[in-house]
């Protein structure tokens, strides 16, 4: 095992990373190895691994700790973050020394969720993490799934008191974008946006990084997308704009996160097996945005990656 030698990402297209497990629980390496090296060829700039796409909150700690040793040996030269997100700040604490450990670039961490927080008791709580952290923190906003926003005067006390590398921010309030590029200038953090749809009003706005879990499965078109984006250049980002909405347009029909699974079988990538039961109504879901899926697919010449375990069809 080797400690973190590299900078976190301060800008670039980062993959949301989708976990793949095996019946008894272990990670599938296997899948997992193909489908990192498949983001590798792809150019992405870097993973984060469990996330929401990854699914955290579904694994024990033992199984946390087992897809983070995995991706850090496996994901490179990507950079790889982890966010050790928890409700209980032990856990917080022991996921990112394990990280460091294992030579992660830095750490992702939401606010706890379930119980609603004031302002002040989610800053204390992330900086009471934070000092006991040892790597690069990119705060992660999600009110939606943590019951807990992550307000201005939280984000900018935090980026005062510890090291702070970025702020993803996900779910519907997508003007708040606007406030947080301000911010990310004022103390000199990256924005992330995850706003897959809206993502070159995000960089318009001042957003320098996408994180989320589209580039499991269409990387190449997230990736003319997000360069085109950077560089400003409308008429490049026409055409990834439209293939990905088109994904989107299929794949929204099944609840996240068996929508990331059904694009990856789609293009022959091993998803694994569910973590959580699923009834039939959703595995039919499933079946049929993957059998759309793939006919785009096959539409526009992306090729298949490897031999696909339809555990989710």
Not at 124 to 152: G, K, S
Request: net charge negative.
């Amino acid at each position: 095992m080797s400690q973190s030698s590299k900078q976190p990402p301060r800008r670039g297209l980062i993959n949301a990373q989708w976990t793949p497990v095996k019946a008894d629980g272990c990670i599938d390496r296997e899948a997992l190895a193909t489908h990192l090296a498949f983001q590798r060829e792809c150019g992405l700039d870097g993973v984060i691994a469990l996330g929401s796409t990854g699914e955290f909150t579904r694994l024990s700690i033992p199984q946390r700790k087992e897809l983070i040793s995995a991706v850090a040996e496996l994901a490179r030269p990507l950079a790889v973050v982890v966010n050790v997100s928890d409700t209980r700040i032990e856990n917080v604490i022991e996921l990112a020394a394990h990280a460091k450990t294992v030579g992660a670039d830095g750490v992702a961490l939401m606010p706890p969720s379930f119980f609603k927080l004031t302002p002040a008791d989610v800053l204390e709580f992330l900086l009471q993490a934070a000092a006991r952290i040892e790597l690069p923190v990119c705060l992660y906003n999600y009110p939606e799934v943590t019951n807990n926003r992550l307000d201005p005067a939280v984000i900018a006390a935090f980026a005062d008191q510890a090291q702070m590398f970025g702020i993803k921010q996900s779910g519907a309030e997508f003007g708040y974008h606007q406030e947080l590029a301000a911010l990310s200038q004022q103390k000199a953090f990256t924005l992330f946006s995850a706003a897959d749809r809206r993502l070159p009003e995000a960089f318009e706005i001042g957003a320098r990084g996408h994180i989320g879990g589209l580039p499991n499965f269409i990387p190449e078109i997230m990736k003319a997308l997000y360069d085109a984006c950077e560089a400003g250049d409308k008429a490049a980002m026409a055409e990834p704009l439209a293939r990905m909405n088109a994904v989107i347009d299929i794949i929204a029909k099944v609840p996240f996160p068996f929508d990331v699974a059904a694009g990856m079988e789609a293009r022959g990538l091993n998803p694994g097996v569910p973590k959580t039961p699923v009834s039939a109504e959703t595995r039919e879901k499933v079946r049929v945005a993957v059998d759309a899926c793939r006919r785009l697919y096959n539409e526009w010449g992306l090729p298949q990656v490897t031999g696909c375990c339809a555990a989710h069809a």
